[in-house]
């Protein structure tokens, strides 16, 4: 009886023993998860800062083509002593600005004097506009001789004053409202896809993110859709020549989960309820998901990293050579046209970065199926090495597509733009200097094959299926890259019903094929 006894108390106590290190593994999962959180909050503002700034670009530019460079235009060619004549005579630009004009004026700097005319029936008071006009000139400094928007408060309405210096050094411009301008705002929302619209059409159609418009001292000029309780917001300032605005980019939390790989953390409340009340199970499981969230966060930061290298050097060149232009640090057109055609290059080169890092996150999710057609192989290969030329030509590489056969097969031509953008990039990252890449493409029993040769070192026998993979790095790969252009290959290729391959071109490098589904020519 004793013995049962103590065997009864033996077990409460090792039970009691064994909750000690399951209510530690507890601790420790509450800590990771409050971790993950904060890093998912950190994500999000990141986003939120992407979209801010994407905006702000898009508004920059709007602000450029609508109102600072038919300005600056009407400005150039005015005549001394003359108003800035906004009419739509001789530039079609012009109608933009006389839209939103509602009176325009010349200030001479020297003498102070103002010559204002009317255009609309909203009053203009003069001696406001010429103490906001004086203010201005002081405040602008000896090395501000360009066109400016300037943004001015007439008792309860923003106004903006669009400065521009003449050629006998006066100020010409006009006196506009911020409020007529709420089409340009919105439309440079439409100016192409939003930076983040690949991202959230993950989740669904939810619009995640909105966007302000405000003055310096607050005030809101546009909204792009109502405010959202505790959002997440961050804002970017325009710079002071587009009216000293700032845009603020909203991001409505309880929609973001859509921005991010795996969705927001999810508590772990339960999961820590479960393992107080039972032992082994939800210690294991705990131990099981803790090794798989570590597993996951590696694998994203890992994905983080190596795309942020392969983003960063094209936009430092393309930033560079920018500055280089707007500071007109060229010294003859030769060289700014040098300039431009490496900005177009850096340009392309980033945005096939960008759409193989979404198709393959599109593939991921096993997204709707291809909308495959047939159509000629030839053709679509020739097009894409076209598009590729300029990226080829910064290595010296020659593409070589005489051996293009028209082929057609069952596919989706923009996929397999993707997959041949992939290859070529893939040949110029690993094949020498001036190197022949050979695009050729065939029909052979019920199939189409597309081949692409380089004359780099080739694939080792033993790493030819590897490479397929996802994040695979050769062991003595020094070259920067994701990792994942191969295997958006397969896996687009799969999606067709084809297949590839990797073997050794017949003049030394490798050979990367396609196999499509052969099918009958449009008549």
């Given at each position: 009886?004793?013995?049962?006894?103590?065997?009864?108390?033996?077990?409460?106590g090792l039970l009691g023993l064994s909750l000690l290190p399951v209510l530690g593994l507890a601790w420790v999962l509450h800590r990771e998860s409050t971790a993950h959180r904060d890093h998912a909050d950190r994500m999000l503002a990141d986003c939120?800062?992407?979209?801010?700034?994407?905006?702000?670009?898009?508004?920059?530019?709007?602000?450029?083509?609508?109102?600072?460079?038919?300005?600056?235009?009407?400005?150039?060619?005015?005549?001394?002593?003359?108003?800035?004549?906004?009419?739509?005579?001789?530039?079609?630009?012009?109608?933009?600005?006389?839209?939103?004009?509602?009176?325009?004026?010349?200030?001479?700097?020297?003498?102070?004097?103002?010559?204002?005319?009317?255009?609309?029936?909203?009053?203009?008071?003069?001696?406001?506009?010429?103490a906001e006009l004086a203010r201005y000139v002081r405040e602008r400094g000896e090395d501000a001789a360009y066109t400016a928007l300037v943004s001015a408060s007439y008792g309860d309405e923003p106004l903006l004053l669009g400065c521009a210096v003449?050629?006998?050094?006066?100020?010409?411009?006009?006196?506009?409202?911020?409020?007529?301008?709420?089409?340009?705002?919105?439309?440079?929302?439409?100016?192409?896809?939003?930076?983040?619209?690949?991202?959230?059409?993950?989740?669904?159609?939810?619009?995640?993110?909105?966007?302000?418009?405000?003055?310096?001292?607050?005030?809101?000029?546009?909204?792009?859709?109502?405010?959202?309780?505790?959002?997440?917001?961050?804002?970017?300032?325009?710079?002071?020549?587009?009216?000293?605005?700032?845009?603020?980019?909203?991001?409505?939390?309880?929609?973001?989960?859509?921005?991010?790989?795996?969705?927001?953390?999810?508590?772990?409340?339960?999961?820590?309820?479960?393992?107080?009340?039972?032992?082994?199970?939800?210690?294991?499981?705990?131990?099981?998901?803790?090794?798989?969230?570590?597993?996951?966060?590696?694998?994203?930061?890992?994905?983080?990293?190596?795309?942020?290298?392969?983003?960063?050097?094209?936009?430092?060149?393309?930033?560079?050579?920018?500055?280089?232009?707007?500071?007109?640090?060229?010294?003859?057109?030769?060289?700014?046209?040098?300039?431009?055609?490496?900005?177009?290059?850096?340009?392309?080169?980033?945005?096939?970065?960008?759409?193989?890092?979404?198709?393959?996150?599109?593939?991921?999710?096993?997204?709707?199926?291809?909308?495959?057609?047939?159509?000629?192989?030839?053709?679509?290969?020739?097009?894409?090495?076209?598009?590729?030329?300029?990226?080829?030509?910064?290595?010296?590489?020659?593409?070589?597509?005489?051996?293009?056969?028209?082929?057609?097969?069952?596919?989706e031509p923009a996929a397999l733009r993707v997959m041949l953008l992939n290859l070529l990039d893939n040949a110029v990252k690993y094949g020498p200097e001036g190197q022949t890449i050979a695009i050729a493409s065939r029909a052979e029993a019920g199939?189409?094959?597309?081949?692409?040769?380089?004359?780099?070192?080739?694939?080792?026998?033993?790493?030819?299926?590897?490479?397929?993979?996802?994040?695979?790095?050769?062991?003595?790969?020094?070259?920067?890259?994701?990792?994942?252009?191969?295997?958006?290959?397969?896996?687009?290729?799969?999606?067709?019903?084809?297949?590839?391959?990797?073997?050794?071109?017949?003049?030394?490098?490798?050979?990367?094929?396609?196999?499509?589904?052969?099918?009958?020519?449009?008549?």
């Amino acid at each position: 009886m004793a013995f049962r006894v103590g065997r009864a108390g033996l077990l409460p106590g090792l039970l009691g023993l064994s909750l000690l290190p399951v209510l530690g593994l507890a601790w420790v999962l509450h800590r990771e998860s409050t971790a993950h959180r904060d890093h998912a909050d950190r994500m999000l503002a990141d986003c939120a800062a992407l979209a801010a700034e994407d905006y702000v670009r898009r508004l920059t530019i709007a602000l450029d083509i609508a109102v600072l460079r038919p300005l600056y235009r009407v400005a150039a060619t005015a005549e001394a002593g003359a108003l800035p004549d906004f009419d739509p005579v001789a530039d079609g630009e012009r109608r933009l600005v006389r839209g939103l004009a509602r009176a325009r004026f010349r200030y001479d700097t020297a003498s102070g004097s103002l010559a204002v005319e009317p255009m609309s029936e909203a009053p203009i008071d003069r001696v406001w506009l010429e103490a906001e006009l004086a203010r201005y000139v002081r405040e602008r400094g000896e090395d501000a001789a360009y066109t400016a928007l300037v943004s001015a408060s007439y008792g309860d309405e923003p106004l903006l004053l669009g400065c521009a210096v003449t050629r006998d050094n006066a100020l010409a411009g006009f006196v506009g409202s911020w409020t007529d301008f709420t089409e340009g705002f919105a439309g440079a929302l439409e100016m192409g896809a939003p930076i983040l619209a690949p991202l959230a059409a993950r989740g669904g159609d939810v619009d995640v993110v909105s966007f302000n418009v405000r003055t310096a001292e607050g005030r809101v000029l546009f909204e792009s859709a109502p405010p959202v309780p505790e959002a997440l917001v961050h804002r970017t300032p325009l710079m002071a020549r587009h009216g000293a605005l700032t845009v603020e980019a909203h991001l409505d939390r309880s929609g973001a989960a859509q921005l991010l790989l795996g969705g927001m953390p999810r508590s772990r409340g339960v999961e820590i309820a479960l393992l107080v009340v039972a032992v082994a199970i939800p210690l294991l499981a705990c131990l099981l998901l803790l090794r798989r969230e570590r597993e996951l966060i590696r694998l994203r930061a890992d994905f983080v990293a190596n795309v942020s290298h392969e983003l960063r050097t094209p936009l430092a060149q393309i930033r560079m050579f920018a500055e280089t232009l707007r500071l007109g640090r060229v010294r003859d057109p030769e060289e700014a046209a040098a300039s431009l055609a490496l900005l177009d290059r850096e340009a392309r080169r980033l945005e096939h970065l960008v759409e193989s890092v979404l198709q393959f996150g599109r593939t991921d999710r096993d997204a709707q199926p291809l909308r495959l057609v047939g159509a000629d192989v030839a053709l679509v290969a020739r097009a894409t090495a076209a598009e590729f030329a300029p990226l080829a030509e910064a290595r010296r590489a020659r593409l070589d597509t005489d051996r293009c056969a028209s082929a057609w097969a069952t596919m989706e031509p923009a996929a397999l733009r993707v997959m041949l953008l992939n290859l070529l990039d893939n040949a110029v990252k690993y094949g020498p200097e001036g190197q022949t890449i050979a695009i050729a493409s065939r029909a052979e029993a019920g199939a189409v094959v597309l081949t692409v040769d380089d004359e780099g070192p080739g694939v080792a026998v033993a790493d030819r299926h590897s490479v397929w993979r996802r994040g695979w790095r050769g062991p003595h790969d020094a070259i920067a890259g994701a990792g994942l252009g191969l295997a958006l290959v397969r896996a687009l290729a799969a999606r067709q019903g084809g297949r590839t391959a990797v073997d050794a071109a017949p003049g030394g490098g490798a050979r990367f094929s396609i196999w499509l589904v052969a099918a009958p020519e449009a008549p």
